[in-house]
């Protein structure tokens, strides 16, 4: 069973940036394609960024094209989210998610707030 535990939020100038971290535990970390996620109040979950187990392919929704970057470090099993040029848009409770073949798993989430 992973554990995952994000750290990094906080609140933030519009313009400004954060890195969140996602340390992971209790599972192999490279073998989980690795998600970013966010929840805005009294909207639904969306997609932010996702990460192959290797590291080498990404993908963005297009909110966070050309401003967030993701990446993991598996000899540290933590994934990162690098916000650049935040937005009040922005505000959410980000989760980190792990995927694998038939399971899944969530952290609890870090509350990034971004002030116009």
């Known amino acids: 069973h992973v554990q995952l535990l994000e750290s990094g939020g906080g609140l933030v100038q519009a313009g400004g940036s954060l890195r969140l971290s996602c340390a992971a535990s209790g599972g192999t970390f490279s073998s989980y394609v690795m998600h970013w996620f966010r929840q805005a109040p009294g909207k639904e979950r969306e997609f932010v960024a996702a990460?192959?187990?290797?590291?080498?392919?990404?993908n963005y929704a297009d909110s966070g094209k050309g401003r967030f970057t993701i990446s993991r470090d598996s000899a540290k099993n933590t994934l990162y989210l690098q916000m650049n040029s935040l937005k009040p848009e922005d505000t959410a409770v980000y989760y980190c998610?792990?995927?694998?073949?038939?399971?899944?798993?969530w952290g609890q989430g870090t509350q990034v707030t971004v002030s116009s």
């Open positions: 990460i192959s187990w290797s590291g080498g392919t990404t």
């Open positions: 998610n792990a995927r694998g073949a038939a399971v899944e798993y």
